[in-house]
């Protein structure tokens, strides 16, 4: 293909001095040749287009003349074609000729093959009459919501469902399934002659289908068209969203697209919004410590911080906590990285990366507003902690999160992403690690008599465990089998106070902290807080050294 700008030249649409200017356009911004010159109105777009086409060897449309047969338009389904901006023009040659606006979108026909079952050849037309042509023969979304819906293909109800196409109903009863198994994720592997469907559950992940491997393409596209993603981009990860309603349900759903050495793999969480906020109260604290819970995020300025891996409830925690300081008098701003839940008299902005609102960017901007508490989603690099902190020391209440392993390898961290040691010693408050295990079901788990080696994992020994039985998990109808069912949150508290200050100032090890804090009763380990809901029968000993690093290193030895 010839360089693009010397054909409109060569075919007298362009002059070379407006060739130059809007190469000229084009520095600095991510802009084709074509949009720098429809931008700059140095030329007609018809006749741009022809000349694209052209170079392109690919025929031009006029989609302003004449009209498309009604039996045409039916064969590519709505949310297809709005979605990935193709209009079907004729039958010819045993081929469907579609529309596009973009010669790159000519990959789009291997996709449509597989999603449509027949040859697909392409014309290319200019964007205004491809959204024109769209509007007339499908319709344009009356909003945002209606958009998604459309995109979704999930707004039917139980008697649509059996006009819909087989990919389609497969689908659907994927997401139906994943609701009725409470499942919080839901991952598609395609390998070794087969498509895997799995549902993480309480947790962890059990297989809940398999399909055949000529489904994996025609699969992965109707879920990357439903989370509004480029089906013809399989080489890079994408992300996306897909917003549902399921019986009655309103469903978010945040999907991750990762190329594999197998095909594309995709990772849906489901966020659930029909479900309400869980009040601290009922997160799993002991009375201790929500009492210290609660002291510490009622206090007027500082930060505290929640910890803990991907999946262990930091933004449930930290929801509980803006709801309990949510009152008339307190102005809320949260920058989030997505919005998971709407909170009635709370400020909450979603963080937009491509558009360059990043954290740092709304914390800035945030300031100007007055606030008295702030919630940062994440802490991922110096610029957002060094302004996090600011707010901290200026008579802010500052939430956040970090990933870490325990709540004392947070002081560490910030010190790690390049903030100095006495800004952190100055501005935390409290760091609370946490996180999730299976609760043993109500209905089947039993008592037994633990062995010694396990009284010694909880750190009991003598007296203190005559007659006394934990409980295990065995397997019922309610808990489909596994012994478990829900979740609970093991906690680990941290409180600076003035020792520990002085030696993160100094910058001591972060063995030496823990030692310190520990010592003074500042800091409560995970594993104790894990051995007291194992004796209150809450969840089993198994689950708590699953997630407790020192509980399990003890556990190793003494079983």
Request: proline share 4%; with cysteine; glycine share 10%.
């Amino acid at each position: 293909m010839a360089d693009l700008g010397q054909a409109l030249v060569d075919a007298g649409v362009l002059s070379e001095p407006d060739l130059r200017k809007a190469q000229g356009h084009q520095r600095g911004r991510e802009l084709g040749i074509v949009e720098a010159i429809l931008e700059l109105g140095l030329a007609p777009a018809e006749k741009v287009y022809r000349v694209t086409a052209k170079n392109a060897g690919m025929p031009f449309v006029d989609l302003s003349r004449g009209r498309i047969a009604a039996e045409v338009v039916d064969l590519v389904p709505a949310e297809i074609a709005i979605d990935q901006g193709v209009m079907p023009l004729m039958e010819k040659g045993g081929k469907l000729v579609v529309a596009v606006d973009d010669p790159l979108k000519r990959i789009l026909a291997e996709q449509l093959e597989f999603l449509l079952g027949r040859e697909i050849a392409c014309a290319l037309a200019t964007p205004a009459a491809l959204k024109e042509a769209l509007t007339k023969n499908y319709g344009a979304p009356a909003d945002n919501s209606a958009e998604l819906a459309v995109a979704s293909g999930m707004g039917v109800g139980e008697g649509d469902e059996e006009s819909d196409a087989p990919i389609v109903r497969l689908v659907t009863r994927t997401f139906q399934d994943a609701l009725a198994e409470r499942a919080s994720d839901i991952h598609v592997e395609p390998g070794h002659g087969r498509v895997r469907v799995r549902f993480r559950v309480d947790g962890m992940l059990r297989d809940v289908a398999e399909h055949p491997a000529h489904l994996a393409a025609p699969l992965l596209s109707r879920l990357k068209i439903m989370a509004r993603m480029d089906i013809a981009e399989k080489r890079k990860p994408q992300d996306g969203r897909i917003s549902l309603n399921l019986g009655g349900r309103d469903v978010d759903v945040r999907a991750s697209v990762l190329p594999s050495n197998h095909g594309e793999t995709m990772v849906m969480r489901l966020l659930d919004r029909s479900a309400n906020l869980i009040p601290l109260q009922d997160l799993g604290f002991g009375t201790q410590q929500l009492s210290w819970f609660l002291n510490t995020i009622k206090r007027p300025s500082g930060i505290v911080l929640v910890t803990g891996p991907t999946g262990s409830g930091k933004t449930t925690t930290l929801y509980a906590a803006l709801s309990e300081l949510n009152r008339s008098d307190v102005k809320i701003i949260t920058a989030e990285d997505p919005v998971e839940y709407h909170l009635s008299g709370v400020n909450q902005v979603q963080v937009t990366p491509r558009i360059g609102l990043t954290f740092s960017r709304i914390l800035r901007a945030m300031l100007r507003c007055a606030p008295n508490v702030i919630l940062v989603g994440e802490i991922r690099d110096l610029e957002t902690a060094e302004i996090a902190i600011q707010a901290a020391l200026t008579g802010h209440l500052v939430f956040s999160t970090l990933h870490t392993n325990d709540a004392p390898s947070a002081l560490t961290r910030l010190v790690d992403l390049g903030v100095k040691p006495f800004l952190v010693s100055a501005s935390v408050n409290a760091v609370l690690g946490q996180r999730l295990v299976r609760r043993l079901c109500s209905k089947c788990s039993e008592e037994y008599e633990p062995s010694e080696g396990e009284w010694r994992v909880l750190g009991l020994e003598g007296d203190s465990i005559k007659g006394r039985k934990l409980r295990k998990p065995r397997g019922c109808t309610a808990c489909e089998g596994n012994g478990y069912r829900g979740r609970v949150a093991l906690y680990e508290t941290l409180t600076l106070d003035g020792n520990l200050r002085d030696m993160v100032f100094r910058g001591e090890s972060l063995a030496s902290i823990e030692r310190a804090a520990e010592g003074a009763g500042s800091l409560q380990k995970l594993s104790i807080d894990g051995a007291q809901k194992a004796l209150a029968g809450v969840t089993s000993l198994s689950e708590v050294l699953r997630v407790s690093r020192a509980a399990h290193a003890a556990g190793l030895e003494a079983l």
